[in-house]
């Protein structure tokens, strides 16, 4: 039985990479698999852009509004294996519509992205990818201080920040984004929440 | 670093025998564990009670409205492991205290549950346990076709339904729960819609 | 595809109990299991006996002369999976029967086992399935200081000794084992090899 | 507590890559890592090439003879990390060397390698890190029929043999590696074995 596997892990965890790992592994044995990419994500575009250095096309850029069924019906025959890269940015549909391609097509699927927001809440795609999944993996990194990382801080203007939208859209501000063990996550909430109580007096 | 780990599986995967047996091996070797378990579920009220044939006491019920750092604050000192049976009936609250206890106390939390009820949607308790654990771990059982099951499918008087409450309160009916794997569950599925069509006419 | 997985652990580690959890699971739903033990562990004959309280009977105790393809070759018609306890003492051969069982009639193989024996050797039985197994998951329990444990020392009239056969079967002493984690064991170790330098003078 | 981590695969599914994208990922972060390669391989010599086209130099290549400890000793105090490409070529002295790295120096060691050789057999390093190791992770990639592999068998101008060294050092023939799933290798050494035998006749 074809397996919808989930691989999550924080921001910076080599999850496009390991993406294009597979995808390699498949086309070496002259199978062919398919790319999919949420059109949310902006980076790179069309294009899967790894920090180590290498990229690849995405076969296609999927919008909230498409039927992923629909948009491959005619290439799923020769199809070994879907990838999906930012695969928290798809909505509750796509995910059912994979799991089902997966079950009926007998075609596996491997769904990398993130679990969670900077407020440590799960995405519309990874949520419903745990629900559906046959199998959850881990994708590590590092916290500064050594320990697994799990969570994404949110970093504006050089400051560590737990409010505001999941998608930050604000062009003017320099954001970024730094992977946290839990520990060290906790400590920067409790920071944050001491600072806004200070400005209030 | 201590780790919030969540075993989850589908009815009848062994989460309560597996439970047991930490608990015990914790007792063997004269640490102190902790059972909890939310009051929601009455099956067995403040025991937990295994389809193999043993049972333990829970040593705290944990409702709705309860804060469990609270509930706990004097008996951590000496706790070396908290166990909680049916996570999936946590509040988010409750997760994302049992969380703060594991990472500033350092103290091991062990979570069993269930991922998903009979319409494949996550529990509150299992979905702030999917973004908060340190590791997502499965417990597994069969589907009657003799793959692995993940979903868990209502049975009211001898059928597959797949609509009505998430939890079932109804005593009038027969209801039980069959594990199933993801293609018998679509299957069945299928069968509902299209039964459900039928006496539309 | 059917799986050979092994599922190793510690002494203590919950791997009867857990064995007979899944010949439950299986049984409840009308699947025949076949539990094999081989016949060198004497500790309840033909019985596996979990400490949580629970047994079940052995269908086929395996000598090392045994052939489990014969031994079971009019059994496995009806047979959906088969279950394997104290597998670190198969022989080599008997593990790669079971791989040939799994991978030409399609029927799943779990075996539990010792890892590594008090000298942290693996076992033939051990050795072979981290050579052939589908799936390799531990079953752990925990140290006396509260990490994971994945070794055994052999504790003999109160002292750890680290010499000696690799079964041990002088009943004359009381012997017994603890599940030690890596910085434990390495400690007691350097107090044994102290200790016998500080003898020889 | 450190962990030392053996992600085992068959060949080309990616264990070079993915050590430098750990080695990145402690970079990006400022932290040092070191990486070790015993010096039996010769592919590359002192770097690491990765299939899909990344490539790094090792900081050391270690000798049969050579004492990890020894090699690092001044280098240990500022380490994050350390990292071995083809693992299976260590000896089993380097292994216990390594493990006593991290449990006494609280230093993650990182390990990946072949689980085994073109007969199903484990390389001493292997076998060492299955007896030693906390985690035990599978680096996947795909067998021919679609399936899972999990061997490497050696083919030979073409035909696929199952006799001979361990490690190939004949460079007048064609000598390449497939991996392969269990029942493909079941059924490649089936047929190799009808051949040797026809021959005779």
Request: proline share 1%; net charge positive.
């Amino acid at each position: 039985m074809a397996n919808l596997t989930f691989r999550y892990g924080a921001m910076n965890s080599g999850k496009s990479t390991a993406l294009m790992q597979v995808a390699h592994n498949y086309e070496e044995k002259n199978m062919k698999v398919i790319v999919l990419k949420p059109v949310i994500d902006t980076k790179g575009n069309d294009k899967l852009v790894s920090r180590v250095g290498i990229m690849r096309k995405v076969d296609y850029l999927v919008s909230d509004g498409n039927s992923i069924i629909k948009l491959l019906k005619d290439k799923l025959y020769d199809t070994s294996c879907i990838l999906v890269d930012e695969a928290q940015f798809l909505t509750e549909k796509h995910v059912d519509e994979l799991h089902f391609i997966c079950k009926e097509l007998e075609i596996p699927v491997i769904c990398y992205g993130l679990r969670s927001d900077f407020k440590t809440n799960s995405f519309p795609g990874s949520r419903r990818l745990f629900e559906l999944a046959d199998k959850l993996e881990e994708l590590t990194t590092i916290c500064a201080c050594g320990k697994k990382a799990k969570f994404n801080a949110r970093v504006i203007n050089g400051k560590y920040v737990f409010e505001g939208e999941q998608v930050a859209i604000d062009e003017v501000d320099d954001v970024y984004y730094e992977s946290l063990c839990g520990k060290c996550y906790i400590e920067k909430v409790h920071n944050f929440v001491k600072q806004k109580r200070l400005k209030k007096h």
